[in-house]
């Protein structure tokens, strides 16, 4: 089993930027496709952006493509969510998780793994 935790959530404006880590422990982080997820008050979870075990392949939902970026360092068994641009519709309890394989990558109830979460709000 793997282990999650996140961090570098907090409050910024809207334009700002944040960097979200998450960092495993338990396991070895190259064993897993990573995902990030999101969600709002009063919204279900949604899906963000994952990345397969090497690295070599993300994907992205609509909604952040070409602002957010997911990166892993497997040596440190950490996952990044490089967030830029950031709107109010951001605001949300960001989680990282963690699942076997690539197939399925949007859906969370496929992910095995979660991590506690972290906060993200975005003032206008």
């Known amino acids: 089993q793997v282990q999650l935790v996140e961090s570098g959530g907090g409050l910024v404006q809207a334009g700002g930027s944040l960097r979200l880590s998450c960092a495993a422990s338990?396991?070895?982080?190259?064993?897993?496709?990573m995902g990030w997820f999101r969600q709002a008050p009063g919204k279900e979870r949604e899906f963000v952006t994952t990345?397969?075990?090497?690295?070599?392949?993300?994907d992205y939902a609509d909604s952040v493509k070409g602002r957010f970026t997911i990166s892993r360092d497997n040596a440190k068994n950490t996952v990044a969510l490089q967030m830029n641009s950031l709107k109010p519709e951001d605001t949300a309890v960001y989680y990282c998780?963690?699942?076997?394989?690539?197939?399925?990558?949007?859906?969370?109830?496929?992910?095995?793994?979660w991590g506690q979460g972290t906060q993200v709000t975005v003032s206008s």
């Open positions: 998780a963690a699942k076997d394989t690539y197939l399925g990558r949007r859906i969370d109830t496929r992910y095995a793994y």
């Open positions: 338990g396991s070895t982080l190259s064993r897993y496709t």
């Open positions: 990345i397969n075990r090497s690295g070599e392949n993300t």
